[in-house]
């Protein structure tokens, strides 16, 4: 049909999970992620599930993006 295919770059990444007992013994800057993170669910939409996901990250410049 005409289509070209475009090159498609791989990126692995690793994540690592490491559970804690509570949000004091994570490092400041995680509790702060972890607020945002939290803080964005209530912008989440899930009328049928009641599921609500929030996120967030930081960039390498510091600012934090949270979506849902």
Do not use: M, W
């Amino acid at each position: 049909h005409g289509y070209k295919h475009k090159k498609v770059k791989e990126i692995n990444r690793h994540i690592r999970l490491i559970e804690h007992e509570n949000d004091l013994q994570l490092a400041p800057e995680v509790r702060d992620l972890l607020a945002a993170a939290v803080d964005a669910t209530k912008l989440s939409y899930a009328p049928y599930s009641d599921f609500h996901v929030g996120a967030a990250i930081r960039l390498e410049d510091g600012t934090v993006l949270q979506g849902c």
